[in-house]
Each structure stands twice: as C-alpha cells, then as structure tokens.
C-alpha cells in the first residue's frame, strides 16, 4: 500500500473504500437480491454508470417467478446489458437469506 501527502497534510491512498448496498435487481429472466458495493461518498446509480461490462453483487439469490431462491452465491457478476432495473433493497433483502 502506498500512502502520498500533500503540502497541507491530506494523504491518498490507492485503497479505494466501498460501502454494501442492499439491491434487488431485475435482470431479462431473474430477480436477483444481493449487494452493490458502492464507493464511499458516492451513489449506486454512480456505480451503475461505470464503464465495464458486468456489475459486483454479493451474497446473491437468484429467485424464480415463484419467488423460490433457485441459486445462491456469495459472489455473482452480471452482464449491465441484461439489467432491466434495480432499486436498493432495504429490509426486504433479507428475506430468503439464511432459510
């Protein structure tokens, strides 16, 4: 790890902190409930926004239309293209996880 300073004394780092964000998202055939890792100070849409071709989530449960949990992982990466839409989870995330 390196650490620089500035002349006042701020210091930078090259480890980029980031925050769990609860998530539900929608993709083209699965409901999906995990978390987004989000820089710090930032918002999901920001990490949305991002230039790379598949999205983090972790702790992920995939759900049939029978809301079943089909598949869990504690890591998954899905393609941005196949995302219809995604809202933060909140509370509900919680459901089906651990049973």
């Known amino acids: 790890m390196t650490i ?18 609860p ?13 987004v890792h989000v820089r710090e100070g930032e918002r999901l ?8 071709a598949f999205l983090a989530v972790t702790q992920a449960s995939v759900y049939s239309e029978g809301d079943r949990v089909l598949y869990t992982a504690d890591f998954m990466a899905i393609q941005r293209a196949q ?4 809202m933060p989870g909140g509370e509900e995330r919680q459901k089906g996880v651990g049973e």
Not at 45 to 52: A, G, P, V
Not at 83 to 86: F, N, S
Request: charge should be negative; proline fraction near 2%; aromatic fraction near 12%.
């Open 4 to 21: 620089e300073y500035d002349d006042k004394g701020k210091y930078y780092t090259d480890i980029v902190k980031k925050l769990p964000v």
């Open 23 to 35: 998530v539900v998202i929608q993709t083209t055939t699965h409901l999906v409930r995990g978390f």
């Open 45 to 52: 849409k920001n990490e949305l926004e991002r230039d790379e």
């Open 83 to 86: 995302i219809v839409w995604i």
